[in-house]
């Protein structure tokens, strides 16, 4: 096997990999338990909202940056599940030609 062919072939099989854990991020979440525990991340992790909120300190408002990019962290992870979700659900056979591509953010 040649550098290119071996080069395609880790590139295919990482493919499936993604592929494969988009999938189980599907299955997880298509139940009625799964979307009720999305839902309830939305809201806990404050999806809808912004990140910058006036925290007290001291006798007045201000805005805390480390309070903000822990709240950032969060909500992160939620998005990073709602993109998987997004992906669609594909065979192995099916990756190699795949119309759509995984791209990384």
Same mark, same amino acid.
């Given at each position: ?11 295919? !099989?990482?493919?499936?990999? !993604? ?5 189980? @991020? ?5 139940? !009625? ?5 999305? !839902?309830?991340?939305r809201q806990l ?6 990140v910058f909120t ?6 007045? @408002?201000? @805005? ?15 998005? @990073? ?25």
């Open positions: 096997m040649t550098t290119d062919e071996t080069i395609r072939q880790k590139d295919l !099989e990482k493919r499936r990999q !993604e592929q494969r854990l988009s999938n189980a @991020y599907q299955r997880a979440f298509a139940t !009625e338990d799964g979307r009720a525990v999305l !839902e309830d991340l992790f404050r999806l809808e909202q912004r006036p925290v007290r300190q001291g006798g007045h @408002y201000g @805005y805390d940056p480390l309070t903000a990019a822990l709240a950032d962290g969060a909500r992160g992870v939620v998005i @990073y599940i709602q993109e998987r979700l997004a992906t669609k659900v594909q065979g192995d056979a099916n990756i190699e030609n795949a119309p759509d591509k995984v791209i990384k953010p």
